[in-house]
Nanobody, 117 residues
Framework: QVQLAESGGGLVQAGGSLRLSCAAS????????TGWYRQAPGKQRDLVAS???????KYADSVKGRFTISRDTAKNMVYLQMNSLKPEDTAVYYC???????????WGQGTQVTVSS
């Protein structure tokens, strides 16, 4: 069973930066499209950034130019670099991996990001 574990969340002032990390228990990222999602209290879980199997990245309009998703398949890691953070970025951030051509759909436990104004 594949396990994902996020880390790197915390409390930061507006304008600051954080880098989230997602570690996989196996080499799942070699075979998956990977995304970072976030969920604020009382709101649905939304896709923030994604990276396809071939490395194509996509971002939600609200984070374009501020967030960068990257992947290191050799280390079984995916990252989300978040710059120029805003209070509205406050949420629990989740890592997700969906196997391409398979049925695996894996989630981490989430990491809290809080941006103070």
């Amino acid at each position: 069973q594949v396990q994902l574990a996020e880390s790197g969340g915390g409390l930061v002032q507006a304008g600051g930066s954080l880098r989230l990390s997602c570690a996989a228990s196996g080499s799942i990222f070699r075979f998956s499209a990977t995304g970072w999602y976030r969920q604020a209290p009382g709101k649905q879980r939304d896709l923030v950034a994604s990276i396809s199997l071939v490395g194509t990245t996509k971002y939600a309009d609200s984070v374009k130019g501020r967030f960068t998703i990257s992947r290191d398949t050799a280390k079984n890691m995916v990252y989300l670099q978040m710059n120029s953070l805003k209070p509205e970025d406050t949420a629990v951030y989740y890592c997700n991996a969906k196997e391409v051509g398979g049925q695996g759909d894996y989630w981490g436990q989430g990491t809290q990001v809080t941006v103070s104004s």
